[in-house]
């Protein structure tokens, strides 16, 4: 796996903040919503799950509560913080269950597919 690039940005064009380190989130379990060229999925949107969430990934195949242990995942549980498919965060948003996001911690590739407004309107970190 290559090393996630350097210098990454938030969706402001600031330092990309960390996200979570307990449970230990990322693409490359470094706390950031880094990408790079083996991240196919995009892991960029740092969210607080939700339980509504939540049940929405795992209906629509990807679940997110189940520990698996073979590949070091604890599963989640509403209130962690995780760095998210930005895809997968976008259906939840267009369903009405995405969950809220630390704009902070978002990499600014979540706005290739989403925009700021969008993250904006779900922002935790906005004054």
């Known amino acids: 796996m ?3 690039e350097i210098g990454a940005k938030n969706v402001f064009g600031n330092a990309l903040e960390c996200c ?3 449970p230990l989130t990322g693409f490359y379990r470094d706390g950031h919503c880094q990408t790079g060229p083996h991240d196919t999925g995009s892991h960029t949107v740092c969210a607080k799950v939700t339980a509504e969430f939540l049940a929405f990934s795992k209906r629509n195949g990807n679940d997110l509560s189940t520990p698996r242990p073979e590949y070091n995942f604890p599963g989640l549980k509403p209130g962690d913080k995780w760095c ?12 009405g269950v995405a969950p809220p ?7 600014e590739r979540a ?3 989403v925009g700021l407004d969008e ?9």
């Open 2 to 4: 290559s090393d996630p």
């Open 20 to 22: 979570c380190t307990s």
């Open 84 to 95: 998210l498919c930005v895809s997968r965060w976008e259906e939840a948003f267009i369903a």
């Open 101 to 107: 996001v630390l704009l902070s911690a978002t990499h």
């Open 111 to 113: 706005l290739d597919v």
């Open 119 to 127: 993250l904006k309107s779900l922002a935790l970190d906005l004054v």
